[in-house]
C-alpha cells in the first residue's frame, strides 16, 4: 500500500484544525501548473507501492524481433521461437518538494483567537511543486547519480519540424497552421505512430488559435476548432495549452503508454517532518511524480515537437 498519509500525521504537532487548513489548502490548488503531467497521469498512471523502498525503476525498450506468423496450427515456431530483445534501462525514483512553514507566534495567535491559518505559503509550495513536475515531462532531468529522466523535448530521437512563421505572427493563418500539423502528424506517421493525438501549444499559441480560421469568414470557427475536427487514430484530435511550454514551442504527442506513462506513488501532500525549532514549525509539500517517456524498437518516441523560429 502507499505510505498512508495517517502515519505521516503522527509526525505533525499542530491541533488537528490547523492540520486540516493546511490539507485544504494542498487540495485547493490541485493540480495547477500541471496540463501534460495531469493528462498523462490520468491516460497511464503506474501506481508505485511502497515508493519509499524504491530508488530506481528497470524498464525495457522492446526489440522488434520478428513479425506475426501465419499457420493451419497455433504456436508452431519455424524460426526458433519467440522471446524478442530487451534493453534494459534504469529510471531514478526521485522525489519532487518545496518548504513552507510557521513561527510560533502564527500559530499561537491562531490557536488563541480561532482564526484560520494564513496558507498561502503552502498553497504557493504545491504550485512550485507542480511547476517541477511538469517542466520534467517538458524538458527531462538528470539525477545526482547520473541516470536520466528524459523530457518529451530532450530525447535524443524526439522528432521536429520547423515552419518559417510563428503561430503568433500578424500574417499567419489558420490554413497555414493547419498545414503545419498535419506535416507534424506526417512525421510522427513516418514512424508508425498514426494517432490519436493531443497537441500541446503554449500560452501565446493558445491565444492565437481562437482568431477566426477563415479572415473571410467563410467559416464562423476558430482555429483551434477546426483542428480540432481533425480525426487521426480514430479519435478527434485534442489542443491544450500548456503554459510551461517555452515560446515557439509546440508538441504533438501519440496518446499511448507506449510513447508516455508516469510513475505515481505519492501526490502532492504536505507534512511537518519535525517538531518545531527554535519557534518555527517547517513543512514540506512533497510528490513521487516520475515521468516515462518511452521510445520503440527504432529509438523513435511518438512525440513531434515544433519549433517555430
Not at 500525521?9 to 499542530?14: E, K, N, Q, V
Request: some cysteine; hydrophobic content about 40%.
Amino acid at each position: 500500500a502507499q505510505f498512508e498519509r495517517a502515519k505521516l500525521r503522527g509526525l505533525a504537532p499542530l491541533w488537528k484544525n490547523a492540520q486540516e487548513q493546511i490539507d485544504d489548502a494542498v487540495v485547493r490548488v490541485g493540480r495547477e501548473n500541471l496540463v501534460i503531467a495531469a493528462d498523462r497521469m490520468a491516460m497511464f498512471p503506474v501506481p508505485l507501492p511502497n515508493w519509499l523502498s524504491v530508488l530506481e525503476l528497470t524498464s525495457h525498450k522492446v526489440g522488434e524481433s520478428r513479425k506475426a506468423n501465419r499457420a493451419m496450427v497455433p504456436g508452431s515456431m519455424p524460426d526458433g521461437g519467440g522471446i524478442q530483445d530487451k534493453t534494459p534501462y534504469t529510471l531514478p525514483i526521485y522525489v519532487t518538494w518545496d518548504e513552507f512553514g510557521f513561527n510560533a507566534r502564527e500559530l499561537a495567535a491562531a490557536a488563541r483567537a480561532g482564526r484560520p491559518l494564513d496558507t498561502d505559503e503552502a498553497e504557493q509550495a504545491v504550485r512550485n511543486v507542480n511547476y517541477a513536475i511538469e517542466d520534467a515531462i517538458i524538458n527531462g532531468w538528470v539525477n545526482v547519480g547520473g541516470n536520466a529522466v528524459p523530457g518529451m523535448l530532450s530525447t535524443t530521437n524526439t522528432q521536429t519540424y520547423e515552419t518559417n512563421t510563428k503561430w503568433d505572427a500578424a500574417g499567419k493563418t489558420g490554413p497555414e497552421i493547419l498545414t503545419d500539423v498535419l506535416a507534424m502528424r506526417s512525421v510522427l506517421a513516418t514512424d508508425k505512430f498514426y494517432g490519436p493525438y493531443t497537441l500541446y501549444v503554449n500560452t501565446a499559441y493558445g491565444a492565437a488559435l481562437q482568431k477566426p480560421f477563415e479572415a473571410t469568414g467563410a467559416t464562423s470557427l476558430t482555429i483551434q476548432m477546426y483542428l480540432e475536427q481533425l480525426v487521426f487514430g480514430g479519435q478527434k484530435l485534442k489542443i491544450k495549452v500548456a503554459d510551461l511550454l517555452a515560446a515557439d514551442r509546440t508538441l504533438l504527442v501519440q496518446d499511448s503508454s507506449m510513447v508516455c506513462d508516469v510513475i505515481v506513488g505519492q501526490t502532492p501532500t504536505a507534512i511537518n517532518p519535525a517538531p518545531e525549532i527554535e519557534f518555527y514549525s517547517k513543512w514540506l509539500v512533497y510528490a513521487c511524480i516520475v515521468p516515462r517517456v518511452k521510445s520503440d524498437h527504432s529509438s523513435n518516441y511518438g512525440i513531434c515537437a515544433g519549433d517555430d523560429a
